[in-house]
């Protein structure tokens, strides 16, 4: 009997694997005519002034809604895009909506400052990409600081020279460079000094867990101090509750983004927040 059941665990588990591998497989080629058959699409989180309460930015976030499988997370498709080349369309497709997004609601909206959008860690130290981004300013005609670009800790952590060199590169372009998800790598506070960034982005697992821990609160309230005696701006990730507005608030961060104001949302819910006039103190 032991011995059937263990037969049937190893067919079990072959069989979930099978279906894991298939499905790879074939989101890689959905993925392929997934640009040509626009089943991707951005949604924009509002990034929030915590002094004034009003919204300075947002952050494009892709989003793809399969014909076949429906929405899946860019946390599943974006490595798939990484390791097939195709993240190189796509990213030129999200640098030119958000531009082009970007130059409405800034024309619009005195408040509307930068537009951000994530940049692979394979993408970033590449010469192709400051090319692609030059070509987006121009056609967009945004002014190039009002384009943020975010590139996650983790990502320059393994060559950090090679990583200050990438960075010059992005920064001749004048746009903006921050640090994403950081407090989760180790890219030590002393490579921060010689990082050409403009912000960080302190991590929203980071951010979860000062209400529930001193010492991490400590430690938040240090890297707001230290980024801004490097005169960086500080933004908190995925403030959800009432209680972790409080703190990023007296720690004397610069700017939140997350649930507590607004979920990522179409360009048209977007833009209706500007016509409510939404605070996040009103
Ligand atoms: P990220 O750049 O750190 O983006 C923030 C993520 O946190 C987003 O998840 C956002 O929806 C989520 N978030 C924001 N506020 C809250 C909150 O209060 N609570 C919670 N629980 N979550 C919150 P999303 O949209 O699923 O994106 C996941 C990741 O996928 C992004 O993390 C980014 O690394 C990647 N990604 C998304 N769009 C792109 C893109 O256009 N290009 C590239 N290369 N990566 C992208
Ligand atoms: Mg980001
Ligand atoms: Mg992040
Ligand atoms: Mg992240």
Redo the contacts with the bound molecule.
């Keep these: 009997h032991a011995k059937s059941k263990g037969r049937n665990n190893y067919q079990f588990y072959t069989e979930q694997l099978n279906e894991k591998i298939v499905r790879r497989m074939d989101l890689e080629s959905e993925l392929r005519v997934a640009l040509d058959k626009q089943e991707l699409f951005l949604?924009y989180?509002p990034k929030v002034n915590l002094q004034t309460g009003e919204i300075v930015g947002a952050?494009?976030?892709?989003r793809w809604d399969s014909g076949k499988y429906g929405m899946i997370?860019?946390?599943e498709f974006?490595p798939i895009a990484e390791e097939t080349g195709i993240?190189w369309q796509?990213?030129e497709f999200?640098l030119e909506q958000a531009c082009q997004q970007a130059a409405e609601w800034i024309e619009a909206h005195p408040s509307f400052q930068s537009m951000a959008?994530?940049?692979?860690g394979v993408q970033f130290n590449h010469s192709d990409l400051v090319e692609t981004i030059g070509a987006v300013l121009t056609s967009s005609k945004i002014p190039p600081e009002n384009l943020e670009l975010?590139i996650?800790e983790g990502a320059i952590i393994d060559n950090a020279e090679e990583a200050i060199n990438a960075m010059q590169r992005l920064k001749t372009l004048g746009v903006k460079l921050s640090l994403?998800?950081f407090g989760t790598g180790y890219s030590s506070l002393s490579y921060l000094k010689r990082f050409p960034v403009d912000s960080l982005?302190i991590d929203?697992s980071f951010v979860a867990e000062i209400v529930s821990d001193k010492t991490d609160l400590k430690i938040a309230g240090n890297i707001v101090k230290l980024a801004h005696d490097l005169s960086l701006n500080v933004v908190a990730?995925?403030?959800?509750t009432d209680e972790q507005l409080k703190l990023i608030k007296a720690l004397g961060c610069d700017e939140l983004?997350?649930?507590?104001f607004s979920?990522?949302l179409s360009k048209s819910d977007f833009s209706a927040m500007f016509t409510q006039n939404k605070s996040l103190y009103s």
Excluded: F, H, M
């Design positions: 949604n989180q952050e494009a976030l892709l997370s860019p946390a974006v993240i796509i990213t999200v959008v994530n940049i692979s975010e996650t994403d998800d982005k929203r990730e995925g403030v959800e983004q997350g649930y507590i979920r990522p």
